[in-house]
């Protein structure tokens, strides 16, 4: 562990170096007791990162190198599945690239979003967890390291996927679970929900008690299209740590009882050491930049 993370810092430092420009990293940690595959998509005319999507084991992290001014959007994918002719997809956050890496895809709704516009207008990040396009599992951005703007937490850590109202949740196939919970945009298209037509501007497009279940569960999320005010965040010079389900919970994605008491037992400890890990690293990567 402690050898794979100076690797890291030392890999980091000397990508810094010589790339000139500030960069970023991002933590993608998993704390769900599920397997998620998050998936990447630049914004158009952004280069690609790489990659652009993977898999991550409960307890398990990957660190991504973003370069200056890159902005576009992360998710998580779950219950993923190869089918016998190779093709990967997945019951929620599914990219339709029929493969693990997305390519360019975006996430199918609904789907937890984290968007980031990194070195923005006043040379600020702009970071944000959406909600907009649907709910599928707990995700948060903590930034580190940075100063300015209001540099905290954003994201939903409630698991909302048995709480959804009924007439916005999505069920798995047996029809038993639920899986993600649309937003009222997606569950109903009209313009109210949208922000769309004649709904189109702050002024019109008011909250709805949908968008307000998703406030009230997830007060630092966006919960729909005009709720810039209380969920867009700006941070400068920051590194993330993106974590999905950052309060251990007893999934219900576990079906069998025993196990999620094994989980239970044994998440906290194990998480919290993890995230210890994943910040000793950002923490040395933050002091190696700023020492030159
Ligand atoms: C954070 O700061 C930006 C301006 O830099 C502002 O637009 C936004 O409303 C603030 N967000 C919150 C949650 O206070």
Not at 18 to 29: E, L, N, P, Y
Not at 39 to 44: D, E, I, K, P
Not at 166 to 185: P, Q
Not at 194 to 217: R, V
């Amino acid at each position: 562990m402690a050898t794979i993370q100076v690797s890291i810092v030392l890999v980091m430092f000397f990508l810094h170096l010589f790339s000139g420009a500030r960069s970023s990293t991002f933590a993608v940690v998993n704390k769900c007791s599920y397997t998620v595959w998050p998936g990447v998509l630049s914004s158009a005319g952004i280069p690609p990162l790489s990659p652009t999507g993977f898999i991550l084991q409960p307890g398990e992290s990957t660190y991504i190198n973003v370069p200056t001014s890159w902005s576009g959007r992360l998710w998580g994918r779950t219950l993923c599945t190869k089918d016998s002719s190779g093709k990967f997809s997945c019951l929620t956050g599914d990219c339709g690239s029929s493969t693990v890496e997305c390519s360019g895809a975006g996430a199918i709704p609904p789907a937890t979003l984290a968007e980031f516009t990194l070195n923005g207008a006043a040379g600020l990040d702009f970071y944000d967890v959406s909600l907009v396009d649907g709910y599928n599992l707990p995700m948060m951005v903590v930034p580190h390291g940075g100063t300015g703007g209001n540099c905290s937490s954003a994201g939903c850590a409630a698991d909302l996927n048995g709480d959804c109202p009924l007439e916005l949740k999505v069920v798995d196939g047996t029809g038993s679970e639920g899986v993600a919970c649309n937003s009222a945009c997606n569950a109903f298209g009209n313009p109210q929900y949208c922000c769309s037509g004649a709904y189109s501007n702050p002024n019109t497009c008011k909250p709805s008690s949908y968008s307000e279940y998703f406030k009230t569960a997830c007060p630092t999320a966006y919960s729909y299209a005009y709720d810039d005010g209380t969920s867009t965040f700006t941070c400068a010079g920051a590194d993330y740590v993106i974590t999905f389900c950052p309060t251990p919970s007893t999934s219900i994605k576990s079906s069998n009882p025993t196990a999620v008491d094994v989980s239970a037992c044994s998440v906290p400890a194990s998480s919290s050491a993890l995230i210890a890990g994943a910040l000793t690293t950002l923490a040395a990567i933050w002091q190696l930049r700023h020492l030159f």
